[in-house]
């Protein structure tokens, strides 16, 4: 079916004039609106206001102008439909068959600072939206074009057929809807910030939690699979924004990324980002199994290594700085499956190109920040959102509980393992010096059985030694244990019904011990 008609009403003016020039010279009427009818028409496009094509002036300082049935009835009509033929033969409506549109930019009009809620109100597009949705219900008729990139295309059938194909009107308008869909919730969470009064509107604080959740996301890639081959996988981003963060990564080398690949590098990425030092971190199966920060890159990756050789076979890295070609041939000499770090030099990328299969991820400028969004989690029937853990030790909370207060160094040994902690799946022991961790114990059902494994997969001494708990120690045992082992000095939240008893232990063993309270739980 020809296109004979055009209507252009667009927001974002990218490539819009190219575009209309090429559906002229097709001899396409273009109908047009405001802003857009003016930049064409100084282009040389011949344009046709909407108000003429309605005989109907826009009104309420521009919020009617395209809400007329001249306008969605030449959308809405159905080619084929006998019915519709009559009806629109005698109301004088003329088909419309193209449709290029986009919106007010609501979402960056939101993010400003200083916005008043009169001013987020008028950015709500009611037109745009509409037509959009009333085009693609129509899209065996109609073609609609919401994003400027599908322009070229478009003309591009045009031109070799004056006609667009069923299944590109079909896909545009599935894009169409996808965009209305987000455009609709990231309306619907911003009004949530709004509380009506007596006289206007005002912003009110944001919710800690929003009364709705809306996710429209888009896949951005397709993962080698999921946690196992037989299952399916794939990366998806919030629609009609750039990537972010690990999302946005650049994969300089290596075999495809799989699903695990991703879990594993989010959970090294946001370990290494905890620290300001030169830090590396070795993840396996989600969890570290090695991290330590130092004055070079090299020297951290050793220290991160010698805590467990035997399980970073197979691991996953992360650095915070640029790795160096000395810390890349230290990082050969291991199989590794993934790397992400800020970047590699190229001395770097050389050494490492002969591993073919090693994937290089070459993280973006925000690809160090901690993950700030809701986290979401399926269950059967609902989904869980909480806050993002966050919590940092408050200097004015730290309490000494012992007869005998740390030394400055077991002080700075017990914040660094306290940072790694944070990363460990609980129950969550680590067993720290200089920097380094020495020994993890992760996802046990008994703490004790946690210091035991962290005791057990330590390859250097644990004299000297500091411990981390993410959460409180229940009975004595587990302190018990990690003073065995060489420990000196315990952080961990404090709260339990029995720290009393722990106290006193750790007073009879010479130890001190901090309680931060603040928990650490990571399930």
Not at 20 to 28: D, E, F, K, N, Y
Request: proline share 5%.
């Amino acid at each position: 079916m020809a296109v004979e008609r055009a209507l252009i009403s667009v927001f974002d003016k990218t490539g819009i004039v190219e575009f209309a020039r090429r559906l002229a010279a097709l001899g396409i009427e273009i109908l047009s609106t405001g802003g857009t009818s003016k930049l064409l028409r100084e282009a040389g496009v011949t344009v046709r206001d909407v108000a003429e094509f309605t005989g109907w002036p826009e009104m309420l300082g521009g919020r009617v102008k395209t809400l007329h049935p001249k306008v969605h009835g030449g959308l809405l009509y159905r080619r084929k439909n006998a019915q519709d033929q009559k009806q629109v033969a005698e109301h004088g409506i003329a088909p419309i068959d193209l449709l290029v549109v986009n919106l007010y930019p609501f979402e960056a009009t939101a993010a400003k600072p200083g916005l008043t809620a009169e001013e987020l109100i008028e950015n709500i597009d009611i037109g745009g939206p509409t037509m959009l949705r009333s085009a693609a219900k129509n899209f065996e008729s109609v073609t609609v074009v919401s994003d400027p990139v599908d322009y070229r295309r478009v003309a591009q059938e045009l031109e070799a057929a004056r006609e667009t194909s069923l299944a590109m009107r079909f896909e545009l308008a599935r894009k169409v809807f996808a965009t209305t869909s987000r455009y609709d919730g990231l309306i619907t969470t911003e009004l949530e910030r709004l509380s009506p009064s007596a006289t206007h509107l005002a912003f009110g604080e944001k919710p800690v939690l929003p009364e709705r959740v809306h996710l429209a996301l888009e896949k951005q890639q397709s993962l080698r699979y999921g946690e196992n081959p037989h299952q399916a996988a794939a990366l998806y981003v919030p629609a009609g924004s750039a990537p972010t963060g690990l999302a946005a990564a650049e994969q300089l080398q290596g075999k495809e990324l799989s699903y695990n690949n991703y879990v594993d590098l989010e959970a090294a990425r946001s370990l290494a980002a905890e620290f300001t030092q030169p830090a590396a971190v070795i993840v396996k199966h989600n969890t570290p199994c090695g991290t330590a920060e130092s004055e070079t890159l090299l020297d951290a990756y050793r220290k991160a290594l010698a805590t467990d050789p035997v399980s970073a076979f197979g691991g996953v890295l992360a650095f915070n700085r640029v790795v160096d070609a000395g810390t890349a041939e230290e990082v050969a000499k291991l199989f590794v499956e993934c790397i992400a770090a800020p970047g590699f030099d190229e001395e770097t990328k050389t050494i490492f190109a002969a591993k073919k299969n090693l994937r290089l991820l070459e993280l973006p400028p925000d690809g160090l920040e901690p993950l700030r969004e809701l986290q979401l989690k399926r269950i059967l029937g609902g989904m869980l959102a909480q806050q993002p853990d966050l919590g940092e030790i408050i200097e004015d909370q730290l309490s000494i509980v012992t007869k005998r207060a740390p030394t400055a160094r077991e002080m700075q040994g017990m914040r660094f393992a306290w940072k790694v902690s944070k990363h460990v799946k609980s129950n969550a022991i680590v067993f720290a010096k200089d920097g380094a961790t020495l020994g993890v114990g992760a996802g046990q059902m008994s703490r004790v059985d946690s210091v035991k494994i962290a005791v057990m997969k330590a390859h250097v001494s644990l004299a000297g030694s500091v411990v981390a708990s993410d959460a409180f120690f229940p009975f004595p045992d587990g302190v018990e244990e990690a003073a065995k082992a060489g420990a000196v000095a315990v952080i961990q939240p404090g709260g339990s019904v029995r720290d009393n008893d722990v106290i006193a232990a750790a007073d009879r063993l010479g130890m001190a011990m901090v309680f931060t309270g603040i928990r650490h739980f990571l399930h």
